[in-house]
């Protein structure tokens, strides 16, 4: 490094990352084996401990934003590099007494060098009563978690509430963009009660009757409050009971029941979960109680909302519908991510609809798993994620990534390649249920989630695997030339990154799209649009606010993007070269139309060599 551009370095550094010193530099060249886990976990603990040495910590109760610069202010680094000869000074002044010290070398966490900064890869963690706690949320973060999950199935709306504001505490006090996803609970289709409150054994080969006779139910029949059961399903159509475990098949119908074969007999119990993988049930997939849930994610401003029980395109349409009569001045809603979990999702085009009118997919493998043979999961969770990357939608895969951490510190290998699959198949993100959010093991599953990242990224494979399967952009729009002319340019004069001045995030999902090799810096005056590209693969956003982006004079949007690079550690030499794009006149949707290759050390810097 040259002098100059290593005391900016350092300095943006200080402003950036208020982490606590202590973790062991010998992690970051452990590789992704246990041992190098081992490391890893032994650094949060001294960097846990250093940290309670250091005075005490406020509780979830009293925790506040700290007073140092918040999220996206413009003083967060601005100000910062204001400063640098000065902090220059000090820094040589010390590095000269360093230098003549006989003592053993001060540990640093310097976060641009981390593994939790360098994956391209995102992490969803659920929060639940394990991950509660502003320490808990914080140490999330810092193992890896980019998109906070509230679970609107479980706790009241207070608690969700408590939970956003923490994390906004965390995204100020880091100054960097996270997403905040809430999950609507979706409609839950299950069966009456029964006589005997131990419930009934059913054998295989007998009838059993589902009807519309409230009555407590007996070991030949029992109600099923749901109408739309009893008039969707026909002769020879599968119902599942209690998450697959019994099986039975329609044989026959009439007015307000069905007559089923047992086909895989068990216990059923109390109001047991029924699927209809057969089926297309003409019921709206948001409740009153989901409906109710999104007005409230609405009011608190959540980034992401995921919608459960999608059955066809239609569903994606009346969710919208209702979030924009919310708000219709709103130029920012909150983003919706479907979740595939019916078979009908895949019936004819269907798939390829929904995809276009969501803005991303989670591939919801619990009810998919039980609705679908389990041979047939792994090929649809390639086949939703090859269609999210061809019409460059983020997609996440979740259910039991990580099943085993909820009891253990460590995952089993079945879970470790479960997740490394993901990831080859080109997800953008992975996530982590009740591992995070009711486990013994939050922390330690997101870090291992992160590893396993690192890991497969680090592979050689990885790289071939996604150039096998990059998808082509045929709009034939100037923004989707720009894009590919910056890959090849980035890959060509070998550049650390691609940047992108964007205002609503479009140009940063494109680039994503065609996974370049180079990290993806998307420049946004819009929080929004920095938490709505947290998930997105390889996307690095940053908020820079209005006032800190002239936008009337170009050379000093570059300088600013040559600052925020060396701020996220995307940089290290004055040499380093970034590939610039943006779109004028700025803030135009699709307005892409301008590339530029500029040296770390500034615009005005050109050396001949280069």
Known sequence: ?????????????????????????????????????????????????????????????????????????????????????????????????????????????????????????????????????????????????????????HGEHAQKKELLDIIRQVEAKYDHPIAILGDLQGPK?????????????????????????????????????????????????????????????????????????????GMIKDRKGVNTPDSILEISCLTPKDREDLDYMLSIGVDWVALSFVQRPEDIVEIKRLIMSYNPNNANPPRIMAKIEKPSCFWGD?????????????????????????????????????????????SVVATQMMESMIESPTPTRAEASDAATAIYDGADAIMLSAESAAGAYPEESVLMQQRIINRVEGDAHYSKYLQATRPKITDGSTASAIILAARSVARNVNAKCIASFSNRGETARKASMKRPEQPILAISPLKETCRHLAMSWGVYPEYCPTENLNTDNFRDMLRTCCEITLKKGLVSEDKDLIVVTAGFPFGTPGAANIIRVIPAAGPTFWDETL
Request: net charge negative; aromatic share 6%.
């Open 189 to 265: 289709i299950r069966t009456g009660t029964f006589a005997n409150p131990a419930g009934e054994m059913l054998q295989a080969g007998q009838i059993f009757r589902f009807d519309s006779d409230e009555t407590p139910g007996t070991a030949q029949r029992v109600f099923l409050p749901h109408p739309e059961i009893l008039e969707a399903s026909e002769v020879g159509h599968v119902l599942l009971i209690d998450d697959g475990k019994v099986k039975v098949v329609v044989v026959g119908k009439g007015a307000g029941y069905l007559d089923c074969e047992v086909v895989v007999g």
């Open 1 to 153: 490094l040259s002098p100059a551009l290593s005391f900016l370095l350092l300095a943006a550094t200080d402003a950036f990352s208020p982490i606590s010193s202590g973790r062991p530099s010998t992690i970051l060249h452990g590789g992704g084996g246990m041992d190098a886990y081992d490391a890893q976990m032994a650094a949060i603990a001294q960097n846990q401990k250093l940290a309670s040495s250091s005075g005490p910590v406020s509780s979830v109760a009293t925790a506040t934003a700290t007073p140092s610069p918040g999220y996206g202010s413009a003083s967060s680094y601005l100000d910062t590099l204001s400063r640098t000869d000065a902090i220059a000074a000090d820094m040589l002044n010390s590095s000269r007494k360093a230098s003549t010290a006989a003592s053993a070398p001060v540990q640093t966490d310097n976060f641009k060098s981390s593994p939790r900064w360098r994956k391209k890869t995102k992490q969803l963690a659920t929060l639940g009563p394990a991950s509660s706690s502003f320490e808990m949320i914080e140490k999330l973060f810092l193992a890896g978690a980019d998109v906070f999950r509230l679970n609107f199935s």
């Open 350 to 394: 269907n798939l390829k609809r929904i995809v276009d009118l969501c803005d991303g997919i989670m591939v919801a493998r619990g009810d998919l798993g039980v609705e679908c043979q389990p041979e047939d999961v792994p090929i649809l969770q390639k086949t939703i994620i090859d269609e999210c990357r061809a019409q460059g939608k983020p």
